[in-house]
């Protein structure tokens, strides 16, 4: 079974919970999505790290209920 933009939104928000996340529908099938995802819990962190953090928060979703996650990660920017 597919998962939805909300189920993953609220998957990650719950594992990073400082976490701004946007995701997107990429084919409109509820199998291709992409995240953004920006947290300050990411700084000195790299990327791979990053994107460790995110799959962790999925909960093992990734592959199986979920697809296909374009991903990118980053740290919000200091004003």
């Known amino acids: 079974m597919a998962m939805d933009a909300e189920t993953i939104k ?18 409109g099938d509820g ?11 990411f700084r000195g962190k790299s990327r791979v790290q990053q994107h460790q953090m995110v799959y962790a928060a999925l909960k093992g979703n990734m592959g199986d209920a979920l697809h296909a996650l374009a991903l990118q990660t980053g740290v919000p920017e200091k004003v």
Do not use: M, Q, W
């Open 10 to 27: 609220d998957l990650i928000c719950e594992g990073i919970p400082d976490a701004k996340v946007t995701i997107r529908d990429l084919a």
């Open 31 to 41: 199998n291709h999505y992409a995240a953004e995802v920006i947290s300050e819990s």
